[in-house]
């Protein structure tokens, strides 16, 4: 059966940005969820980061807006799509994808995330007629409550990692934002998952209307290119350990995970003083540093990331050789989604 994208029909700018992307087949997610979301259905799917679940959503919004434009007088903050992430990192991963697949259109793209100065992102809303919000729920909802943002003519919802929305506590916002959109029948949504918890089933019950239901089986195990060791050491001698590690192994971009920020802070704050390059992120850190550090660290002046998994997540960076647990994950889906950044094929 054929695979790639000229088996969908889908509008000539989008199918212009795609090409230029060099993107060919489809991945199993995007096979299996395109056919109904290009067809107007709501879909829950279940699918990990790196799976090209990104794409999926975003070709499902991009080739709606494209293909049902719109002539009517709205407000400038008056959106037509919305998608809500996690952390801020994600959302601006969200972003550069999307802006990728628009370059061709004339779609207005505002990505709305805390701990960015709030004036700044109002500038943006007031440039132009906003087509797509990426947005985190927090800063989303200081902008409806300022009358800055209009939700009720939103034509696509897009609920990305609803499982970390649950774990982070964000659920009680999105069910606000989900109030001001449309109703369910009046809008196209989609729900996307790394697990199908009960309370992620439930939520997907209350915000989607007939939804199809796709699964991409979740890797248990790790890309085979992948080299794993395990070192039983004391904690008082992780520390030395790491650096032998560091010292020894042939270290092009390595990525440290520890669970708690403050495991993160003492580990950079360490790193640091004994003179290597390294950035840090987790969520106490400003916007504006966390996204100067992650920019030394993909572009090599810095060669040493450490991170929690939440701040961590949605993040792609290429050539990353090694990636270390300093401390290993409760959950086993975070252990293979750390370990397989260096087994990516982008």
Sequence with gaps: ????????????????????????????????????????????????????????FLISVINDLLNNPIKEQRYRGEARALILAPTRELALQIESDAKELTKFTDLHLVTLLGGVDFDKQKKQL???FVDIIVATPGRLIDFVEQKEVWLDQIEFLVIDEADRLLDMGFIPSVKRIVRFSPRKEQRQTLMFSATFSYDVLNLAQQWLFEPVTVEIEPEKKTNADVEQRVYMVANRDKYKLLQEILRDEPIEKVMIFANRRD??????DHLKKDGYKVVMLSGEIAQDKRLKMLDQFKNGKHNIMIATDVAGRGIHVDNVSHVINFTLPEQSDDYVHRIGRTGRAG
């Design 126 to 128: 007031d440039q132009n």
């Design 263 to 268: 495991q993160v802070r003492r580990l950079y």
């Design 1 to 56: 059966m054929a695979s790639g994208f000229e088996t969908l029909n889908l509008h000539p700018k989008l199918k212009r940005a795609i090409d230029a992307l060099g993107f060919k087949e489809m991945t199993p997610i995007q096979q299996k969820v395109l056919n109904y979301t290009l067809a107007g259905h709501d879909a829950i799917g279940r699918a990990q980061t790196g799976t090209g679940k990104t794409a999926a």
